[in-house]
């Protein structure tokens, strides 16, 4: 069974980058990076800031755009600061484990890649391994989660063929 990265593509804007070849390609490169199961599903909203605005504020109490939100199926955080998350499980044999949902919005993903100097491409691409990385449990609450969370994403993207981001 292979992975499945559903994406939703929302806001026309997103047609210009080939999201979805690059939300497959991050996806799978970062299950077998962490030696996961390839059978693994994730769904992937590729929209706007106002609409991004609107879940950030739903979900997180928070009215403004951000970059990337996660929402995912089932706690894996691990019980202590710095701790391997738990593993991801099928809820049916047979069928692939559902890890969640990204979402990503274009007007502040495409500004913050202009004002880092990188293409849009290689900034999406980190924050679909960054939100992926939440729907496996890791997190950067704590300086140790933080270290934990970063020196996987770097590992991930130098295998995607990107720099350090931090």
């Known amino acids: 069974m292979e992975t499945i990265v559903d994406v939703v593509i929302e806001a026309e804007a997103w047609d210009v980058i080939g999201l979805r070849e690059l939300a497959e390609r991050a996806v799978r490169t970062s299950l077998r990076h962490l030696r996961l199961p390839a059978a693994a599903e994730v769904a ?8 991004i605005t609107l879940l950030n504020a739903d979900f997180r109490a928070k009215e403004a ?3 990337v939100l996660s929402w995912p199926s089932e706690d894996l955080s691990a019980d202590t600061p710095g701790g391997q998350p738990l593993l991801p ?3 049916f044999p047979g069928e692939p484990a559902f890890l969640g949902d990204i979402a990503l919005a274009w007007e502040t993903c495409s500004r913050e890649a202009v004002a880092a100097g990188k293409p849009v491409e290689a900034h999406v691409c980190h924050l679909v391994v960054h939100g992926l990385l939440h729907l496996l449990g890791y997190d950067h609450i704590s300086e140790e989660d933080a270290a934990l969370m970063e020196g996987i994403e770097v590992e991930i993207l130098g295998k995607l063929g990107l720099p350090d981001p931090y």
Do not use: H, Q, Y
């Open 65 to 67: 755009a951000t970059n």
């Open 44 to 51: 992937v909203l590729a929209t706007d800031d106002a609409r």
């Open 89 to 91: 499980e099928a809820d």
